[in-house]
């Protein structure tokens, strides 16, 4: 059972540096789009976009998930799951009527 619980940890930390490396390149990319994507606030924007490669590799190592899912409505992750370009279409605006995370 302990293994499987490392296994499981260590896949979280993997998770968790390839989110906090595709945010950083999104925001220092292209900010507004970036935010946009991931559903996230100027401040927090900035604080990820901030960090030094080792605070990113730390941060990852948490045993927590940073990222989260943005489905808290069943409508957007139905139309999402739906194929086709009228159902990601109608997810894209949803997901954009909804609040930004926030630090706190």
Do not use: W
């Amino acid at each position: 059972m302990g293994g499987t619980n490392n296994e499981m940890l260590s896949e979280i930390k993997d998770v968790n540096l390839s989110y906090l490396l595709l945010a950083q390149r999104l925001l220092r990319e292209d900010k507004p789009a970036g935010m946009f994507r991931m559903g996230i606030s100027e401040q927090i924007a900035d604080v990820l976009a901030g960090l030094s490669m080792a605070q990113t590799v730390r941060l990852a190592a948490s045993n927590q998930m940073l990222c989260r899912f943005r489905f808290d409505d069943h409508t957007i992750l139905g139309a999402l799951a739906d194929k086709g370009k009228s159902a990601q279409t109608h997810s894209a605006i949803l997901m954009a009527g909804q609040a930004v995370a926030q630090i706190g």
